[in-house]
């Protein structure tokens, strides 16, 4: 019963160095989210997947990519780190809008980019 | 823009107290609201869903309200317990679930 999963936990990057942070739900769920938190900021939203094989983009999608590999896993791309990308990054997933279901979150990526 | 406050952004209690937590929201347009909570370097775990046709949703000692058009949630706790110490957020949305907004939540400390 894992639920989300996100790998790895923990990462320390320099500056300009490249990095995919991995996730996978087994909950059949269609929709899936990545999100950051910052302290003061609450949550924002960096890219979804709505269903497989669709991505878009949210609050603060600059200096990221993401893949929705299958409808399993859905991954987040940093290019060329930068240390304003410093964060804790979460993974969500639901069953999709239409219907009336909590979002589902993993244990999160804590990055630091020095 | 949806704007989400939480008041207050910390709490201490002593056990055993009863205490209740409040969300405001700029747009009362939603379509359900999320009450979280997150413990230290830990995911957020969702507590109650309330959607936009309920005014409260219960689930063993805590209890949720939403007034809509006042664009506000309480979470009512009772009979607090250390165990329950964490940050509470809540989450209003509007459409589809990128349409969520999290509030900066509550970090609730329970003192024994």
């Known amino acids: 019963n894992a639920g989300v999963t996100q790998t790895p936990k923990f990462q320390v990057l320099k500056t300009g160095q490249s990095m995919t942070l991995q996730c996978a739900q087994d909950?059949?769920?269609?929709?899936m989210y990545w999100y950051r938190q910052d302290p003061g900021m609450g949550l924002r939203l960096i890219y979804y997947?709505?269903?497989?094989?669709?991505?878009d983009k949210g609050e603060v999608p600059n200096g990221y990519n993401v893949s929705r590999l299958n409808k399993r896993e859905f991954s987040l791309r940093l290019e060329s780190a930068a240390p304003s990308q410093t964060s804790v990054y979460f993974c969500a997933s639901t069953p999709g809008s239409s219907y009336n279901s909590p979002l589902h979150f993993g244990n999160g990526t804590r990055l630091t980019v020095t | 823009k949806q704007e989400v406050t939480q008041i207050p952004a910390a709490l201490s209690v002593p056990e055993g107290e009863n205490l209740v937590l409040n969300c405001s929201f700029t747009d009362s347009a939603i379509y359900n609201l999320q009450w979280f909570r997150q413990d230290p370097g830990k995911g957020l775990t969702s507590l109650l869903l309330i959607q936009s046709s309920q005014r409260e949703q219960t689930s063993g000692r805590l209890n949720a309200s939403l007034d809509k058009s006042s664009g506000r949630s309480t979470l009512y706790i009772a009979a607090s317990q250390p165990g329950d110490s964490a940050t509470y957020l809540c989450?209003?949305?509007?459409?589809?679930?990128?349409?969520?907004?999290f509030g900066t939540g509550t970090k609730l400390q329970v003192i024994p």
């Open positions: 989450a209003p949305r509007i459409g589809g679930y990128q349409k969520v907004t």
């Open positions: 997947s709505a269903s497989e094989g669709t991505t």
């Open positions: 909950m059949n769920h269609n929709s």
